[in-house]
């Protein structure tokens, strides 16, 4: 089974720093862009920082300067370095990627979603 693990959320105060990491796990060929998105109560799912397999990267203007992704394609890992962070971060973080299988003579890109981790950052 193909899926996306997030973990490394918790509770920090404002000012403090996370670290969240998403693994990809299952039969995997190979991994296209990845991004971390995040959903406050109440409020739609907005994306934070996308990366392609590049390593190319764009951010959402509200983490620039303090959140980094970055990836690790040996250990099907993507990263998110969250810094100085402000309580408009608390949210559920998701990680989202493009995921390629292979199976004989078809290759197959399907999207898949984690399951979510909880960033709180008190006031």
């Known amino acids: 089974q193909v899926q996306l693990v997030e973990s490394g959320g918790g509770l920090v105060h404002a000012g403090g720093s996370l670290r969240l990491s998403c693994a990809a796990s299952g039969n995997i060929f190979s991994i296209n862009t990845m991004g971390w998105y995040r959903q406050a109560p109440g409020k739609q799912r907005e994306l934070v920082a996308t990366?392609?397999?590049?390593?190319?990267?764009n951010y959402a203007d509200s983490v620039k300067g303090r959140f980094t992704i970055s990836r690790d394609n040996a250990k099907k890992m993507v990263y998110l370095q969250m810094n100085s962070l402000k309580p408009e971060d608390t949210a559920v973080y998701y990680c989202?990627?493009?995921?390629?299988?292979?199976?004989?003579?078809?290759?197959?890109?399907?999207?898949?979603w984690g399951q979510g981790t909880q960033v709180t950052v008190p006031s």
């Open positions: 989202n990627g493009d995921l390629v299988q292979r199976d004989n003579l078809w290759t197959r890109t399907r999207n898949y």
């Open positions: 990366i392609t397999s590049g390593g190319t990267t």
